[in-house]
């Protein structure tokens, strides 16, 4: 689901003795903290004293660019300067928690100016020095690009004019994408090809050159093809069940037991959700009792990519360039994939899942498609919950009318 994150109301924010305000109607438009930054460079004239308008792409768990950056016609920008002002909003950013757990990372512009973006963070962490200290090299580019709550996603310019992906999230997730890529693409998976990563770096990160193409499909082939690869992902060996970046052992090990085992686990990871409001005790119990019930999730494990939506498959025409976002990878049922992947238009799906089950459809794929696409919207609805992420109430109706499927 795309979506940008909430703001509080609130018409200033003070720290250090200082206090940035803006108007009423753009309470809703700007994050507090990054105010805070433009302000402080407005006051020392490293800004032009204008209105300022965010490129921030909505959370999701595209990596590819969405809106163009403009910024000051200045033809170079002094990031060292930029992250010590980010400093400044971090001493003020207690509620956002540690590391990279809650925003996303916010690009400032000047209306009407072509350029370079200014680079700040809006949880005051990654901007564009930190960014050029980790790979070592000068970044000539930086458009933020929409993530997850648990995740900081930019497409950047390096200094050998590549383009590349840079993602900053956890240890174990930058591990295990790290691992995906490099495996599938020896499987001839087409994937972003890795510039560079590092799971022990002051903030974990991975950089991947930017595929090109358009999210989802558009051909007939196109979605026959995507069929074709989600079938030999599936084909992959695994040991286990779950989700790599939630075990301790190297990919493609998950946990032990079954699937079903997995899924009832997850039981546990609800309880904390409705104990804070967001599940009502009927709508929970529900829920519960479903997860719990062992026969709708028996399947052999496969290795799935774990959120295959159609925004993470990039085509051009009837060729798909690029498999995209691989940190949610692991052994589970294929139908947590096929349940996910929904091409909206009834002929693209028809030909996916034509390609995926050349001998026709199980006569139980409804009733495994309408399980495991309940499912998933549990799972993100519990990630969401544990990562800090807000967009919480707005999950609820989705499980309610999936419940009405089964």
């Not at 003070?14 to 006051?43: E, F, N």
């Not at 358009?214 to 060996?237: D, F, I, K, W």
């Not at 309880?271 to 829920?287: M, N, S």
Request: hydrophobic share 40%; proline share 6%; charged share 20%.
């Amino acid at each position: 689901m795309m979506r940008q994150h909430k703001r509080s109301r609130e018409g200033a924010r003070q720290g250090g003795g200082l206090t940035a305000s803006w108007p009423a109607d753009h309470q809703d438009s700007l994050y507090r903290d990054t105010v805070i930054v433009v302000w402080l460079m407005q006051q020392t004239g490293t800004l032009p004293a204008e209105p300022i308008s965010t490129i921030s792409g909505e959370r999701s768990h595209d990596a590819q660019p969405s809106a163009k950056a403009t910024t000051t016609p200045e033809s170079d920008i002094d990031f060292e300067m930029i992250s010590g002002a980010s400093g400044v909003a971090r001493a003020n950013l207690a509620a956002f928690g540690p590391g990279l757990q809650k925003n996303q990372v916010t690009g400032l512009t000047s209306d009407g100016r072509e350029g370079r973006p200014v680079v700040v963070s809006d949880a005051g962490r990654i901007d564009g020095e930190l960014i050029q200290r980790l790979l070592s090299q000068r970044v000539t580019g930086y458009e933020p690009l929409s993530g997850f709550a648990a995740n900081t996603v930019a497409a950047v310019t390096l200094e050998s004019g590549a383009r590349a992906v840079f993602k900053a999230a956890g240890k174990r997730e930058v591990e295990v994408e790290l691992w995906a890529l490099r495996s599938m693409s020896e499987r001839g998976i087409p994937v972003p090809d890795v510039i560079a990563g590092d799971p022990d770096a002051e903030v974990p990160y991975l950089v991947t050159r930017l595929v090109s193409g358009e999210p989802g499909v558009a051909t007939l082939q196109a979605a026959s093809e995507v069929g074709r690869l989600l079938c030999a992902v599936h084909a992959m060996p695994v040991k286990g069940a779950g989700f790599f970046k939630e075990s301790s052992g190297a990919p493609p090990y998950a946990h032990e037991g079954t699937w079903a085992d997995q899924v009832a686990a997850l039981t546990d990871r609800l309880a904390p959700v409705a104990d804070a409001g967001i599940l009502t005790p009927t709508l929970h119990a529900r829920c519960r009792d479903l997860l719990l019930d062992g026969t709708r999730w028996d399947q052999p494990c496969v290795y799935v990519h774990g959120d295959f939506h159609p925004r993470h498959v990039l085509s051009a025409g009837s060729r798909i360039e690029g498999i995209i976002d691989w940190a949610d990878c692991g052994a589970a049922s294929p139908w947590l994939d096929l349940a996910r992947v929904d091409f909206r238009e009834p002929g693209l799906q028809r030909a996916m899942l034509d390609a995926y089950f050349p001998a026709g459809d199980p006569t139980d794929a409804r009733s495994h498609l309408a399980n495991h696409r309940l499912l998933y919207m549990l799972l993100a609805l519990v990630f969401e919950f544990e990562c800090g992420g807000d967009w919480l109430d707005e999950r609820v109706p989705g499980i309610e009318s999936a419940l009405t499927t089964l």
